[in-house]
């Protein structure tokens, strides 16, 4: 099937994500099937979605024809044989391989033999989703982030069983939406949900040494590293149910490669009750008229802080090229448009030096001797090439 600006895009799940995704493909232009298998859930999703485009009349951002167009093209149907119609289809339901499984399985009975189907599963693999197709060549995964609208990246995932155009094709389609598209390959946390786990876990470990405490932390990353917000009001955000469970879920498929160790600290807060902002307390308190320390924010120290963290970060893009789990152009742009890092962490590299990365790294794991810390053979083959 070709996919072009007449193709007819089904979405299942009226989610956050699916919402959003149904947004962005019929601000393209798309006609737009939009079903979830819990009928209250449409209307939600459309009032949501009329909120939000109003919003962008309101600030003169979009005419009203140009939102009242958008709206007119997302059909939010109860009845799932609509998809007959569709040229691509977006999963965007629980993320639960049994329920995506048997949603798949009913599709693939209404949707014509040409029909694509994607996931947009942040956690299971590709290639496990796909084995409940008859055609499982026709399928893979397409990774949007959360805003999906705001949000540039989208990760384009093909399985073992992928055909071998379908990813190219697809990064293309999806391109045309205005995303910035990257091929990764089909394994745990694909590239940002891999390369992003020290960010929370180094920040968490140096919490627990007692090195520095939560604002602290959270300052030197913001303000010294120019990272948006610091990890702790990051997982503050995110909720430490779902952060935990991505840590987990990725340490557990890596068959407990130790740089991956989930962290009790966080795993208590989970216990408790003390989810984040959307629970009143996490990290920091939400409450109203509620007090949270100030940071100590010595210079030398936030410093150091910043470089524990970011050499960890640039170790793990290093090990997401050496495995060839995406290029190192989509690694940085991966990194920067679906985390909002102020740099490429490739280029940071190169930037700070490649034998200064390798230098904290090996100093890491001198101090350590723990795998968690073990410099990646490209950094190492990098460093000693230039030398
Ligand atoms: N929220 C995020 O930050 C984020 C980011 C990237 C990817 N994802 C992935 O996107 C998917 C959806 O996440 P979400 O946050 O939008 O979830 P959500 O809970 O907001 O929405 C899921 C929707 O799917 C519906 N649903 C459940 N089972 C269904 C079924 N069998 N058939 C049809 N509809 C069904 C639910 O009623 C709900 O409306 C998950 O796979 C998640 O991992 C989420």
């Known amino acids: 099937m070709t996919l072009d600006k007449e193709t007819v895009v089904g979405i299942i799940g009226a989610g956050t994500m699916g919402a959003g995704i149904a947004q962005i493909a019929s601000t393209n232009g798309h006609e737009v099937y939009l079903y979830d298998a819990y009928a209250e859930q449409l209307p939600k999703a459309k009032s949501g979605l009329e ?20 709206l007119s093209r997302i059909h939010f149907v109860e009845d799932i044989t609509e998809f007959g119609k569709c040229g691509f289809v977006i999963e965007a339901i629980v993320e639960n391989i049994d329920i995506k499984k048997d949603a798949f399985q009913r599709l693939e009975g209404i949707v014509s033999k040409e029909c694509i189907l994607a996931s947009n599963t942040s956690s299971l693999s590709i290639a496990s989703i796909s084995s409940a197709l008859k055609k499982p060549e026709r399928f893979l995964g397409v990774h ?14 093909p399985s073992v069983a992928t055909d071998s155009d379908l990813a190219q094709s697809t990064k293309e389609f999806i391109s045309g939406w205005g995303k910035i598209t990257v091929l990764a390959k089909d394994t745990p946390g694909f590239i940002v949900n891999r390369v992003a786990r020290p960010f929370y876990s180094e920040a968490l470990r140096i919490l627990e040494e007692g090195v520095a405490d939560v604002p602290t932390i ?3 990353m913001k303000e010294i590293g120019g990272f948006r917000m610091g990890p702790f009001k990051l997982m503050d955000l995110i909720g430490h149910d779902v952060n935990y469970e991505v840590t987990s879920s990725v340490f557990k498929e890596f068959y407990y490669d130790p740089r991956f160790k989930p962290s009790f600290t966080q795993k208590r807060l989970v216990e408790a009750g003390w989810l984040g902002r959307k629970s009143g307390k996490g990290f920091y308190n939400y409450g109203e008229g509620a007090k949270n320390p100030d940071p100590n924010t010595d210079k030398e120290l936030g410093e150091e802080i910043l ?5 960890m970060l640039i170790n793990e893009a290093f090990d997401a090229v050496f495995m060839n789990i995406g290029s190192a152009e989509d690694v940085d742009l991966a990194m920067q ?3 909002n890092y102020p740099k490429g962490l490739l280029a940071w590299a190169e930037e700070i030096g490649l034998e200064n990365v390798l230098g904290r790294m090996n100093a890491l794991y001198e101090e350590y001797q723990e795998d968690r810390y073990r410099p990646n053979p490209l950094l190492k083959r990098m460093v000693r090439e230039k030398q």
């Open 307 to 311: 470089h524990r963290i970011l050499v």
């Open 218 to 220: 959270d300052w030197a």
């Open 337 to 339: 448009n679906g985390v």
């Open 144 to 157: 949007f982030f959360n805003p999906a609208p705001l949000m540039k990246l989208v990760e384009i995932i």
């Open 51 to 70: 909120k939000i485009l109003n919003r962008q009349v309101e600030k003169g951002r979009m005419s009203q024809e140009e939102v009242d167009g958008i």
